[in-house]
Structure formats: structure tokens, C-alpha cells
T-cell receptor, first 113, second 113 residues
């Protein structure tokens, strides 16, 4: 399976600021996704990152808060904007190709103070 | 998002015992059911997956049992080992090939030595 690298692995940010998380896959993939995982909790899908077009957001998530880019088939970014302590979470990038399972990066642990 | 209900929330098993985790889903359009294993500080890793055209799939010590009529599936870990101690998530996908998952709430498994 492909390898996903996420940067940063963790960060502590001031409220009101924004953080951009990068996701790099070592091979071209069809689908890329962003998930949020509260510590000790399950994974919630934020959006599907579409190459060359706007991301598709799940209910409860909006582009102004979580802008996503996907300029090519191996790279995506998620920005957490105007952060508040409620945004403290683990953010996970996931990728898959047709007829293969989805695999995950190690996540970005974000703490907002 | 459609729910996937997972139980138990936590599980303690003696070494060599059988660990059983259950999941139930609502949407009959789901057609792919993976199980993921997650260690602390790591992203989820695919363990085993099943499609609804079979009732059971076995890979090593891990078996998925699938009951389409009851809309339930379960993970059985035979001869459980301390190294199996992790959080396990079931998931379901309703669009073949896109691997956009709805995750269960997770089961924290501890295998005692």
C-alpha cells in the first residue's frame, strides 16, 4: 500500500489563528479524504478532496472553516481557520485508489489554546 | 451521516482467548465493510474487510462474520495476544470504489499477558 506523510505531526496554536496541514502520498491516488478524530473517539469525515475542483464537504463542515486544496493526484492540504479550543483534535488524511482499500496518515494532533 | 453502531466500547481478554467485536449498520446500500486497527499515536491501519456477497472471511487469526439480513458484522480475534491491544474500528462504505467510510465508535481492546 502507499505511504502517506502528514505535516506537521503536532502543533499548538493560538485561538483565532489558522493552521494548514499537508498530506503527501508517495504514489498517485484517485481519492483523498480528510477526517477528524477527537482523542479516544471515532473518526468523522470532514470532506473529500477533489483534484482540480472544490472539495465535497460532509454535513456540519464548511469550506470557510476548513478550506481544502488538492492541486494534483499526490498532494492535499487542509486548513483549520479561525481556530478555537473546540478545534483541538487529531486530523487524519486518507487516500485510496480504485479497487484498493483506504489507507491513513499518522495524523496531526492539534491543540488550540 | 448514516450510523454504524459498534460494541462493546471496551474489552479485556486473557491471552489466548477470543476477542469479539460487533457492528450494526442501517443503510442497506453499504457494500464494503472494513475493520481498522489503531495503536496510540498512529493512524488506523486496515486489518480485514468483507463485501456482502460472502458470510465469512478469515485472514490468519482474524475473522469477519457477516449477516446481511440482520445488517450486522463482527470481528473475531482468535488466540488474542498482548500485541493485539489497540482500538478497533468497524466501518462501512456505501459507494463501491470510493472508500468514503462511516466509522463505528471504536472498541478499545486490552489483552492481558
Amino acid at each position: 500500500s502507499a505511504v502517506i506523510s502528514q505535516k506537521p505531526s503536532r502543533d499548538i496554536c493560538q485561538r483565532g489563528t489558522s493552521l494548514t496541514i499537508q498530506c503527501q502520498v508517495d504514489s498517485q491516488v484517485t481519492m483523498m479524504f480528510w477526517y477528524r478524530q477527537q482523542p479516544g473517539q471515532s473518526l468523522t469525515l470532514i470532506a473529500t478532496a477533489n483534484q482540480g475542483s472544490e472539495a465535497t464537504y460532509e454535513s456540519g463542515f464548511v469550506i470557510d472553516k476548513f478550506p481544502i486544496s488538492r492541486p494534483n493526484l499526490t498532494f492535499s492540504t487542509l486548513t483549520v481557520s479561525n481556530m478555537s479550543p473546540e478545534d483541538s483534535s487529531i486530523y487524519l488524511c486518507s487516500a485510496s485508489d480504485r479497487n484498493t482499500e483506504a489507507f491513513f496518515g499518522q495524523g496531526t494532533r492539534l491543540t488550540v489554546v | 451521516q448514516q450510523q454504524v453502531k459498534q460494541s462493546p466500547q471496551s474489552l479485556i481478554v486473557q491471552k489466548g482467548g477470543i476477542s469479539i467485536i460487533n457492528c450494526a449498520y442501517e443503510n442497506t446500500a453499504f457494500d464494503y465493510f472494513p475493520w481498522y486497527q489503531q495503536f496510540p499515536g498512529k493512524g488506523p491501519a486496515l486489518l480485514i474487510a468483507i463485501r456482502p456477497d460472502v458470510s465469512e472471511k478469515k485472514e490468519g487469526r482474524f475473522t469477519i462474520s457477516f449477516n446481511k439480513s440482520a445488517k450486522q458484522f463482527s470481528l473475531h480475534i482468535m488466540d488474542s495476544q498482548p500485541g493485539d491491544s489497540a482500538t478497533y474500528f468497524c466501518a462501512a462504505s456505501k459507494a463501491s470504489g470510493t472508500y468514503k467510510y462511516i466509522f463505528g465508535t471504536g472498541t478499545r481492546l486490552k489483552v492481558l499477558a
